[in-house]
């Protein structure tokens, strides 16, 4: 009986040995291949979903890359083309349109920058207080969705307005003083 118990110790010490040598290795590597979340630090905004940058250009009415695909095509921006009023040599006509559509821009935008910071931080509210649901969560998402594509569009649209008031050697320029490879199309 001694034999067969000390076979079956032996055994089972045989078999535990590289499987917890195995897992302890493991164990090493795993927290070594785990470095932190990128997201480590994000945990402090006042609103997770949203930079303190993020933040400061909603309320500023800055478009924070909303018009890439007008800006990047050969549409300008209107806050830039008065950046570069002088290089584009503008009218006084011009400028003073320019000016028209950034206050317009503005006004419509900031409004919707404060609307889109409010829902962010209801939504973080309402999963820090673990008060979420799936229907309060469908419901938040859809309007914050409406909210930033009303909030792009309207960024989108006065670069339309701008590429009417340029003349098509301005537009050229504007995309070359912006370093953008090939100019207007």
Sequence with gaps: MNRIFSALLMLALLAAGPAAAQNHSLHGITEQANP????????????KALSDEQIADLEGGRGMGLALAAELNGYP?????????????????QAARTRELVGQMKAETIPLGKRLITEEAELDRLFAERMITTTRLTEMVRSIA?????????????HLDMVQLLDPEQVRRYSQLRGYAGGAK
Excluded: C, D, F
């Excluded at 994000?42 to 609103?47: A, F, K």
């Design 77 to 93: 921006g209107p806050t830039h083309v008065l950046e570069l009023a002088e290089a584009l040599t503008l009218t006084s006509k």
């Design 146 to 158: 409406e909210v930033r594509g009303a909030l792009r569009a309207a960024h989108l649209r006065y």
């Design 36 to 47: 932190p979340s990128p997201y480590s630090g994000m945990e402090t905004r006042i609103v």
